[in-house]
């Protein structure tokens, strides 16, 4: 079965600063994606970034990258130049190419502050 | 355009009775699912629609139960009410089936008393 984890329940950083929230993943797959969603105090799950298992280039979107270590079946996210928007729960998530679910982690809760 | 649309956003209800959520997807969007969001679970798949066909269901009894119809949108029921069915329940809708392009609604919290 595909699990997804998360270590960190809590993360805080300083407006502008760089932080790092951390997901591991265990499959015996080799065709997946991974996704890191963000939900807001408005409870819609937003997605902020993904990467194709295929693709050894981490994927960016602006000031959010990732660091995926297909090896180690590890899936960072950085988000840089951190703002009061980015707080938010942040959950990784793994779907299979070919699956018909997200398998989620349990989320890091990320306060940003001023 | 108009993003998915989950009704109604708080619901609270009396133990033993049945509820039914509604999830309007993403106009041209066929694909539906369904999952169910806890303090404790965390984020469980409970089912996935695609042109009004069930196409996989998640670990839950079978008070849980949905349907998708002509037009997409789609309803989940839970009959006979238990605490522990209080949740944010969330929607998402995609064109497809395959693993990208999926959108989220707001979710209904439904409290059970």
């Known amino acids: 079965a595909q699990t997804v984890t998360q270590s960190q329940p809590e993360m805080s950083v300083q407006e502008a600063e760089t932080v790092t929230l951390s997901c591991t993943y265990d499959t015996s797959e080799s065709d997946y994606y991974l996704f890191w969603y963000k939900q807001p105090p408005s409870r819609q799950m937003i997605l902020v970034i993904r990467q194709e298992a295929y693709k050894q280039q981490n994927a960016t979107e602006n000031r959010f990258s990732v660091n995926f270590q297909k090896a180690a079946k590890s899936f960072s996210l950085k988000i840089s130049d951190s703002q009061l928007g980015d707080a938010a729960m942040y959950f990784c998530?793994?779907?299979?190419?070919?699956?018909?679910?997200?398998?989620f982690g349990t989320g890091t809760s990320l306060t940003v502050i001023p | 355009k108009a993003g998915v649309t989950q009704t109604p956003r708080y619901l609270i209800k009396t133990r033993g009775q049945q509820v039914t959520l509604s999830c309007s997807p993403i106009s041209g969007h066929r694909s539906v699912s369904w999952y169910q969001q806890t303090p404790g679970q965390g984020l469980q798949f409970l089912f996935e629609?695609?042109?009004?066909?069930?196409?996989n269901k998640g670990n839950f009894p079978g008070r849980f139960s949905g349907r998708q119809f002509s037009n997409s949108r789609s309803e989940m029921n839970v009959s006979t009410l238990e605490l522990g069915d209080s949740a944010l329940y969330l929607c998402a809708s995609s064109l497809g089936t395959g693993p990208m392009g999926y959108t989220f609604g707001s979710g209904t919290r439904l409290t059970v008393v």
């Open positions: 998530a793994y779907r299979r190419n070919t699956g018909n679910q997200f398998y």
């Open positions: 629609y695609f042109s009004e066909t069930q196409r």
